[in-house]
T-cell receptor, first 112, second 115 residues
Framework: GQQVMQIPQYQHVQEGEDFTTYCNSSTTLSNIQWYKQRPGGHPVFLIQLVKSGEVKKQKRLTFQFGEAKKNSSLHITATQTTDVGTYFCAGMRKGGGNKLTFGTGTQLKVEL | EAGVVQSPRYKIIEKKQPVAFWCNPISGHNTLYWYRQNLGQGPELLIRYENEEAVDDSQLPKDRFSAERLKGVDSTLKIQPAELGDSAVYLC?????????????FGEGSWLTVV
């Protein structure tokens, strides 16, 4: 079945440092979504990417979809303590009938 | 607008006991999902409904898990009997249409501990 892996599993940064998480799918995707889950909370939708090579920005967050539509990345510039949480990518396999498969997640901790 | 509502928020039961979770999706959302999230892992889809029809239940352990969405609105997920390995957060989610361009909204989750 489809597998979606993320690296790194954990990341500790100092406030102000940049952060990047990478997402890789075993199959070609029709689209990819990113979610943020705060400790003890539920996943909250951040963004969806659909086009090959697409890049979208939300303030300090930059999302990229790979040319082959099998990988994606999330980059946070100048992290803040409010960025703490686990970031999940979730991919919809091309021809997979609208099934969304979540990645393994990257837990981000930001220290002052 | 109210979000996805789940109950109970927390449940502790002994193994072999039954448990049921209830979900009320966002008004007007015809697609409803039940996910299970184990500690430190991403959510895994158990079942997806479009209106009252279960269109994907391939990951639902049917020997002990059951779900229903009788009127195409709220839904119930049941486990009977529960096993120790069922301890997890059960997340309900909804979207306006089958995913393809619509945001999926999660509820707060039902935290299950089986002892």
């Amino acid at each position: 079945g489809q597998q979606v892996m993320q690296i790194p599993q954990y990341q500790h940064v100092q406030e102000g440092e940049d952060f990047t998480t990478y997402c890789n799918s075993s199959t070609t995707l029709s689209n990819i979504q990113w979610y943020k889950q705060r400790p003890g909370g539920h996943p909250v939708f951040l963004i969806q990417l659909v086009k090959s090579g697409e890049v979208k920005k939300q303030k300090r967050l930059t999302f990229q979809f790979g040319e082959a539509k099998k990988n994606s990345s999330l980059h946070i510039t100048a992290t803040q303590t409010t960025d703490v949480g686990t970031y999940f990518c979730a991919g919809m396999r091309k021809g997979g009938g609208n099934k969304l498969t979540f990645g393994t997640g990257t837990q981000l901790k930001v220290e002052l | 607008e109210a979000g996805v509502v789940q109950s109970p928020r927390y449940k502790i039961i002994e193994k072999k006991q039954p448990v049921a979770f209830w979900c009320n999706p966002i008004s007007g959302h015809n697609t409803l999902y039940w996910y299970r999230q184990n500690l430190g892992q991403g959510p895994e889809l158990l079942i997806r409904y479009e209106n009252e029809e279960a269109v994907d239940d391939s990951q639902l352990p049917k020997d002990r898990f059951s779900a229903e969405r009788l009127k195409g609105v709220d839904s119930t997920l049941k486990i009977q009997p529960a096993e120790l390995g069922d301890s997890a957060v059960y997340l309900c989610a909804s979207s306006l249409m089958p995913l393809g361009g619509n945001t999926i909204y999660f509820g707060e989750g039902s935290w299950l501990t089986v002892v």
